[in-house]
Each structure stands twice: as C-alpha cells, then as structure tokens.
C-alpha cells in the first residue's frame, strides 16, 4: 500500500527514533498505534514494554516484554493499510476493498485537491493522504467536535499535517468553505445525506470532477443519483465491492471417487490446496459521477 512517514525530525531513518509512530502486532487482531516516548511503558496482554527498548530498532524487530512476562511483539512501520487494522473505531470503517475501488473512482494522485466529508475514525483519510502527497491536499469535514479533536490529534502524531487539515463542520447545513469554490478535484462523502451535500460540492467541483459517495442502503443511493442528475452530472455508476478472501496450505489429496486407494508402502501424492477463509458481505454501495463541463451545461440551458 502507501508508505507513512515516521512523525519525527529524522524521517526516512531506518531505525525508530524518540517521538516517531509504530504498530505494536501481537496478532493480525491484536495491533496498537503507538507515539514512541522515551522512558515510558505501554502494557498490553502481552506484557510491559518499555520505549526505550523500541528506540533504536528496525522496523519488523521482535520486542520482548520485561519483567516475569515472556510475551512479545513486534515493531512495525505505520502504513496506511495498518493503521485502518489499529485504528480505534470511533464510527464504523471502510477496509481496504473498498478503499481501493474509491481509491480508483476519485483518481487520487500527487496534486490533487479533495474533499472528505465524515472523518469518522480517519481510515480513508489517511489512505487519501498518502495517495495526494507531496503536492495534493485533502480537506476532511467532520460535524462531531469530539471525534474532529481526536482525528487531528491522530493525524499529527502520525505527520500528516502537511497533506490533511480537518475541519469540525456540518457539510450538509453549512456547506463547504467559499475558498474551495472551483477548486476541488474529487469529493468523497461518508455521511448519512449525501444528496443534501451535492448542490455545495458542485460550486467547489472543477469541470469533470468526481463525486463518489459510501451508503449502505440502496435508498441513499436512489436519492442521491436523483439529486445528481438534476445537475446534468453524467457516468452515474454503483459498486458494490465483495472481497473473497482464499487460503494456501499443503498437505495429501483427497482420493477422487472411483480411484483405487494407493497400494500399502506407495507414498502419498503431496500437494497445495486452496480454500475460502471467511469473507465479509455486503458493506456499502459506492456511487461515482463526474460534473459536466461548462459548455455542456451552456448547451442544456
């Protein structure tokens, strides 16, 4: 996925420095986002680790904990596809099947302008960051103070400060800010409304951007498109994204029907079989549309 850079003044060092982001991964269940702070202890059901056994070490390095506990983790790098795994859930999350279709919907790259509206835990933001970076910038809206103060808090201590500013805003009463007008390339909209939001987003979208909404029910969906096309917007499509997770593991293959059994003291045939690991359903529908340009609309009018 997209590299994060480590929150310190020596970013880029391949050794964790005072003061820089790690994951603590006890299991693919058990991941902590931590500020490495010297002489301070984290502890876990894992045991008691101490920072200053974490300062100075490579990324990927086992830690083990002190004291009577044989526990251990290890240190990893803070990428945006592991943090969306640590991230403390303070609304429901998109996970990563979805992060890169919308990832795609929007052409978010280098340069880029967008606009978040509902921040929620941060998971898509911080995806959307690194995709922009170093030139882009991406303005994320969240209407729950609370939440807003502990997305930027999260989103400092990480170094996205220079790529992410977040706003406590309420998109769907107040619209967007009046210097974005004509200025965002893409709009992404995780709220409860989205076609409340769509006639601001249109002051602020260039010619051909893109707005992309997440909405669970297909209602939201129907609501939304109308709204849309009321705006003359065009490539109005749904996507639903189910993800099928599958397995590798070695071992003998089953005996077919009708195949003699291997006589005694023949070996057994090795081999690697696939099979499906449990998978998600539904999550949401993603709705992509792409504003019209200027002498299109001259045309309809």
């Given at each position: 996925f997209f590299q994060l850079p480590m929150?310190?003044?020596s970013a880029g060092a391949l050794s964790i420095v005072d003061?820089?982001?790690v994951i603590l991964f006890g299991s693919t269940k058990e991941l902590q986002l931590l500020r490495v702070e010297k002489g301070r202890v984290t502890n876990n059901r894992y045991g008691n680790f101490h920072h200053d056994?974490?300062?100075?070490?490579?990324?990927?390095?086992?830690v083990s904990s002190r004291g009577k506990s044989t526990g251990f983790m290890y240190v990893l790098e803070p990428t945006p596809y592991m943090i969306t795994l640590s991230v403390v859930h303070r609304t429901q999350i998109i996970y990563h099947a979805?992060?890169?279709l919308l990832m795609g919907l929007l052409d978010v790259r280098p340069g880029k302008i967008v606009v978040e509206a509902g921040t929620g835990s941060g998971s898509v933001s911080q995806s959307l960051g690194a995709a922009l970076r170093p030139t882009g910038k991406l303005h994320t809206f969240e209407f729950n103070a609370?939440?807003?103060v502990t997305a930027q808090r999260e989103f400092d201590q990480c170094g996205w400060s220079d790529v992410i500013s977040v706003e406590c805003r309420d998109v769907c009463t107040d619209g967007l800010p009046s210097e974005l007008q004509d200025k965002v390339d893409s709009c992404f909209f995780d709220i409860p409304e989205p076609w409340a939001v769509v006639e601001h987003a249109n002051k602020c979208l260039v010619q051909q951007g893109r707005i992309v909404t997440f909405s669970p029910c297909i209602e939201q969906i129907q609501r939304t498109a109308s709204a849309l096309r009321r705006l003359h917007y065009h490539g109005i499509r749904v996507f639903e994204c189910l993800s099928k997770p599958w397995g590798v593991r070695g071992g003998q293959l089953s005996q077919p029907r009708g195949v003699k059994r291997a006589r005694d003291g023949e070996s057994c045939r090795e081999a690697v079989e696939s099979?499906?690991?449990p998978m998600r359903g539904h999550t949401s529908y993603l709705l992509l549309a792409i504003r019209p340009l200027d002498d299109e609309l001259r045309q309809i009018a």
């Open positions: 929150a310190s003044p003061g820089g982001t056994d974490i300062i100075g070490r490579s990324y990927g390095s086992k979805d992060i890169a609370e939440r807003k099979y499906q690991l």
